[in-house]
């Protein structure tokens, strides 16, 4: 069963096809982000422009939106002028191999905030902050 085509799929579509949990990040620089996201972790992403993005993983969807679509919700006045945002939300990205995400965090503009490690739980995991401030942890089984 194949889902919606991300790349032509109406805006009104894509919101009613949208089930479970969703995840919204505002972002200063969406198309940056984007492919920040493709570039270290292998996302897929979709309509990409200055304003918003469709993120893919696992029949996951992150959406990203640049600030000024969120200008007339609440959540706007809370955004940071500067620095780092998404203080304490850590993003899991299950799945992708934490050693070489951690790899290409750097050159992809990412600090690697948690080195890769074997967890207690049984994961595999490291923490990588994009680099408008989000956390975000691939993470595989232990060997």
């Known amino acids: ?77 809370l955004l940071p002028e500067a620095g780092p945002r998404g203080a304490g939300v850590q993003l899991y990205l299950f799945g992708i191999d934490p050693d070489a995400a951690a790899a290409r965090a750097e050159a992809a503009g990412g600090m690697v905030l948690e080195p890769p490690s074997d967890k207690p739980h049984g994961l595999r995991e490291a923490t990588i902050l994009a680099p408008e401030g989000q956390a975000f942890s691939p993470a595989v089984l232990c060997a």
Do not use: Y
């Open 1 to 77: 069963m194949s889902g919606p085509d991300l790349e032509m799929i109406t805006p009104k579509a894509f919101g009613q096809s949208l089930r479970g949990v969703g995840v919204n990040l505002l972002c200063r620089d969406v198309p940056g982000m984007a492919a920040f996201l493709a570039q270290v972790f292998g996302l897929s992403a979709h309509r990409v422009s200055a304003d918003f993005a469709i993120v893919s993983h696992a029949g996951v969807m992150l959406q990203l939106h640049a600030d000024a679509t969120f200008a007339s919700h609440p959540l706007h006045a």
